[in-house]
């Protein structure tokens, strides 16, 4: 029982801490309606770039964390770049930016993953400072930094450039007539989903002490079963706080269910699968259900049309 408990701190925190690179994606998925794949490469791109200047450049980890961020506002703008200038569509430009922060992600690090054990993290100082354990001040900390990044994008999207990108993914034909530049909506959602999804890889890395080259492998799957899960969860919630808050759920939501079924005895080879059927399940049975309720409707109202003649 204890190990059951152990295993669900675990997999709240990390959950969590992911829930960062799920806003990220929900803002490109959702908002723009791109799936983004450039989120793969600058989530290990944020780890990367924080376990290294922690490591060698003796770096205060939360200015390490800035500059992760900024890196993958950076790569958020090259797959903009390529989308909005060169008018590749989105998915294959993220494709090619994902395939290059590979080669990006390994000259930065200068091999295939990078320990943090003997530095100190925001979450060692932390630890040191109150003697608490590490989960707690991961789910602590974490937390915080979700609640105060959802406080931030619900004040951005409220201004005048935040109802710009909302505009342009619910109609962007609409928007363009209205004399807005739809080119520059999509670089700045671009680059504002990356930085939060580089931030998220940063913190994660800091809590489990190393960053890896394939670290982010998967990370757009784990996004869009996390938004999914949200969605079902909050369906009747119309509060912008209140959707952005459903990503984050889903995100603990979708790492407790994982830390369930590897208890359960699944092979953690079998995760990967296991998440990509999760995610086809989830994203197909609300169309079904859609389909059988419009089929549904249209037999009672042909039987009450026929009824009536």
Same mark, same amino acid.
Request: proline content about 1%; glycine content about 12%.
């Given at each position: 029982?204890?190990?059951?408990?152990?295993?669900?701190?675990? #997999?709240?925190?990390?959950?969590?801490?992911?829930?960062?690179?799920?806003?990220?994606?929900?803002?490109?998925?959702?908002?723009?309606?791109?799936?983004?794949?450039?989120?793969?490469?600058?989530?290990?791109?944020?780890?990367?770039?924080?376990?290294?200047?922690?490591?060698?450049?003796?770096?205060?980890?939360?200015?390490?964390?800035?500059?992760?961020?900024?890196?993958?506002?950076?790569?958020?703008?090259?797959?903009?770049?390529?989308?909005?200038?060169?008018?590749?569509?989105?998915?294959? *430009?993220?494709?090619?930016?994902?395939?290059?922060?590979?080669?990006?992600?390994? !000259?930065?690090?200068?091999? &295939?993953?990078?320990?943090?054990?003997?530095?100190?993290?925001?979450?060692?100082?932390?630890?040191?400072?109150?003697?608490?354990?590490?989960?707690?001040?991961?789910?602590?900390?974490?937390?915080?930094?979700?609640? #105060?990044?959802? *406080?931030?994008?619900?004040?951005?999207?409220?201004?005048?450039?935040?109802?710009?990108?909302?505009?342009?993914?619910?109609?962007?034909?609409?928007?363009?007539?209205?004399?807005?530049?739809?080119?520059?909506?999509?670089?700045?959602?671009?680059?504002?989903?990356?930085?939060?999804?580089?931030?998220?890889?940063?913190?994660?890395?800091?809590?489990?002490?190393?960053?890896?080259?394939?670290?982010?492998?998967?990370?757009?799957?784990?996004?869009?079963?996390?938004?999914?899960?949200?969605?079902?969860?909050? !369906?009747?919630?119309?509060?912008?706080?209140?959707?952005?808050?459903?990503?984050?759920?889903? &995100?603990?939501?979708?790492?407790?269910?994982?830390?369930?079924?590897?208890?359960?005895?699944?092979?953690?080879?079998?995760?990967?699968?296991?998440?990509?059927?999760?995610? #086809?399940?989830?994203?197909?049975?609300?169309?079904?259900?859609?389909?059988?309720?419009?089929? !549904?409707?249209?037999?009672?109202?042909?039987?009450?049309?026929?009824?009536?003649?």
């Amino acid at each position: 029982m204890n190990g059951l408990l152990v295993s669900l701190e675990g #997999a709240i925190s990390q959950g969590v801490l992911w829930g960062i690179m799920v806003l990220g994606v929900y803002i490109t998925y959702k908002l723009l309606n791109i799936a983004d794949l450039t989120v793969d490469g600058s989530f290990a791109l944020g780890g990367c770039v924080c376990a290294t200047l922690i490591v060698s450049g003796q770096m205060n980890p939360i200015l390490a964390l800035f500059i992760a961020t900024l890196a993958g506002l950076l790569a958020g703008a090259i797959t903009g770049f390529l989308h909005t200038i060169f008018e590749i569509p989105a998915i294959l *430009a993220g494709i090619l930016t994902q395939i290059a922060l590979w080669s990006i992600n390994l !000259r930065i690090m200068g091999k &295939s993953n990078v320990p943090l054990l003997k530095v100190d993290t925001i979450f060692s100082k932390v630890v040191n400072f109150l003697g608490m354990k590490q989960m707690h001040v991961t789910l602590i900390l974490g937390v915080l930094i979700v609640l #105060a990044i959802i *406080a931030i994008l619900y004040w951005f999207f409220g201004t005048e450039i935040g109802s710009v990108l909302r505009a342009t993914g619910n109609n962007e034909n609409m928007i363009r007539a209205l004399g807005v530049n739809t080119k520059k909506s999509k670089m700045v959602a671009l680059m504002l989903s990356n930085g939060l999804v580089a931030l998220s890889g940063g913190i994660v890395a800091q809590s489990q002490k190393y960053a890896d080259i394939g670290m982010g492998t998967g990370a757009i799957v784990i996004g869009l079963a996390a938004i999914v899960i949200g969605d079902v969860i909050f !369906r009747k919630v119309r509060n912008f706080a209140g959707i952005l808050t459903s990503a984050v759920v889903g &995100s603990v939501v979708y790492f407790v269910i994982r830390a369930l079924v590897l208890r359960l005895g699944m092979n953690a080879n079998d995760m990967k699968l296991f998440s990509a059927v999760f995610v #086809a399940l989830a994203l197909c049975i609300p169309v079904l259900i859609r389909k059988y309720k419009q089929r !549904r409707d249209y037999s009672e109202g042909g039987e009450k049309n026929g009824n009536t003649i």
